[in-house]
């Protein structure tokens, strides 16, 4: 099966860096999404790995590592539109086709 | 290029109702999901198409969930009769198999469910 962790709130102040951690554990990993959620709407995709490393994007990074089952999603230069929820998710490749499964969610608040 | 088609954006409904909600796909992928999310238990897979077909229902939560797609361009997720505990945002998503980023999931709006 599968299981994905994040934690269930995180504040932080507009300017600042904010960094959301995610560990996994899957049979079949091939590939770590992150989404975003504002209240309300549909998740919109940030970012992708499935490499181990960094990817930047913007005010937006994404960091993997496989051999740990652990990613984050740093946020840079805050700004009050971000606040959301961010949520992790895996794409397991069992049985040869793709799913994602994604975590509860890290609710983001950032204030003035 | 349209997104993920869903409707209705809202339902409310009476308990022992049938409730069937639709969903377009974006032309040209070939996997189509529906979740479900509450505050509860976050965005649950209930179950994914691949060309249509489907693949994996094991997130359907009883025999009173079913879903069908009939063409590339249509799918349906039925909750028959329904229940106060079914009360949530249903999600139907699409994506492709091939290229970059593959498994990004575009969703649609979402259909939010209200069983009393």
């Known amino acids: 099966g599968q299981n994905i962790d994040q934690p269930t709130e995180m504040t932080a102040t507009e300017g600042a860096i904010v960094q959301i951690n995610c560990t996994y554990q899957?049979?079949?990993?091939?590939?770590l999404f992150w989404y975003q959620q504002h209240a309300g709407e549909a998740p919109t995709f940030l970012s992708y790995n499935v490499l181990d490393g960094l990817e930047e994007k913007g005010r937006f990074s994404s960091f993997l590592s496989r051999s740990k089952g652990y990613s984050y999603l740093l946020l840079k230069e805050l700004q009050m539109k971000d606040s959301a929820s961010y949520l992790c998710a895996v794409r397991d490749r069992a049985g040869g086709y793709n799913k994602l499964i994604f975590g509860a969610g890290t609710r983001l608040a950032v204030h003035p | 290029d349209a997104g993920v088609i869903q409707s209705p954006r809202h339902e409310v409904t009476e308990m022992g109702q049938e409730v069937t909600l639709r969903c377009k796909p974006i032309?040209?992928?070939?996997?189509l999901f529906w979740y479900r999310q509450t505050m509860m238990r976050g965005l649950e897979l209930l179950i994914y198409f691949n060309n249509n077909v489907p693949i994996d229902d094991s997130g359907m939560p009883e025999d009173r969930f079913s879903a069908k797609m009939p063409n590339a361009s249509f799918s349906t997720l039925k909750i028959q009769p329904s229940e106060p505990r079914d009360s949530a945002v249903y999600f139907c998503?699409?994506?492709?198999?091939?290229?970059?980023?593959?498994?990004?999931?575009?969703f649609g709006e979402g259909s939010r469910l209200t069983v009393l």
């Open positions: 032309s040209g992928h070939d996997y």
């Open positions: 998503a699409s994506s492709r198999s091939s290229g970059g980023a593959v498994g990004e999931l575009f």
């Open positions: 899957t049979s079949g990993f091939n590939g």
